[in-house]
């Protein structure tokens, strides 16, 4: 088994006999899409707050500006949660060295990979996507939305890039669910959704959705995916690949918090 580093998930790989103009839509599909300096993403989701993955968030610099729907708008801070942990060196030596990842998995179901950022002016041409305050459970229909890599479910795609393309969109069936995540498999076409698609490089702390009555409400961000193989050999992108999102009604209370000034700034 092989986990893709967190810095480097998302995107939408597409069915092979599905046609790629099928999953691309226009910018206007998801204004309150945000993008991450050089690559991920964040969401919009109140005039001054963007969501996103904590690995997202520079390493080494200040985050201070974003772009939201084409426009760079200044940062005035970010809050990184406090049991989000970075994915330690020693894992990714020691998974390089055996081909064999499990280590990273569990820790990385083990951290809170969400950030906010605050914006410093209110972002008023823009309609923030609202939270989704269910659980998401197995079986529920999720509509996936980026800009990173791209490539298709038979022979995936190249870790050389790029990792910014156009605008995809794609659904995926929830087939696991737990108290920070959810995940879900992308299938061959004989059991795929007919837009059935998964995530690539580039596009960490990208939407997921899930419809409510004629309103699709965002349910997750992108974060991590396992790709079964050896470290050294494994195929990114083919049919069988698992992705995870960080599911969001379990963070409710924290960022309810973070938004109403009761958290601290981590940057």
Same mark, same amino acid.
């Given at each position: ?88 060196? =020693? ?6 060295? @055996? !081909?064999? /990842?499990?280590?990273? *998995? $569990? ?103 899930? =419809? ?6 965002? @349910? !997750?961000? /992108?974060?991590?995916? *396992? $790709? ?40």
């Amino acid at each position: 088994m092989f986990v893709v580093l967190p810095s480097t998930a998302s995107a939408i790989v597409i069915r092979d006999d599905v046609d790629d103009s099928e999953y691309r839509v226009p910018a206007s599909e998801f204004p309150a899409l945000v993008d991450m300096p050089g690559e991920g993403h964040g969401v919009l989701i109140a005039p001054q707050w963007v969501i996103t993955a904590a690995h997202t968030i520079p390493l080494h610099s200040k985050l201070t500006r974003i772009t939201v729907d084409g426009k760079p708008r200044d940062v005035e801070r970010v809050v990184v949660h406090a049991g989000y942990k970075a994915l330690p060196q =020693e894992l990714i030596d020691q998974a390089m060295a @055996s !081909g064999e /990842a499990m280590l990273i *998995v $569990v820790f990385l179901a083990s951290t809170d990979d969400i950030a906010l950022v605050k914006l410093a002016e209110p972002v008023m041409d823009i309609a923030p996507v609202a939270l989704y305050e269910g659980s998401v459970q197995p079986g529920q229909i999720i509509k996936i939305i980026g800009k990173g890599a791209t490539g298709n479910g038979a022979t995936g795609y190249s870790l050389g890039g790029p990792n910014r393309t156009e605008l995809r969109r794609a659904y995926n069936e929830v087939t696991s669910s737990y108290d920070r995540w959810f995940c879900y498999r992308f299938d061959e076409p004989s059991a795929a959704l007919p837009l059935e698609g998964a995530l690539a490089n580039g596009d960490s702390g990208s939407p997921v959705l899930v =419809e409510v009555g004629n309103e699709w409400l965002l @349910s !997750g961000v /992108a974060s991590w995916k *396992v $790709v079964e193989g050896h470290v050294l050999t494994a195929k990114y992108g083919r049919y069988g690949q698992v992705a995870c999102n960080v599911r969001l009604s379990h963070y409710a209370d924290w960022i309810e918090s973070v938004m109403s000034g009761q958290a601290q700034s981590a940057g």
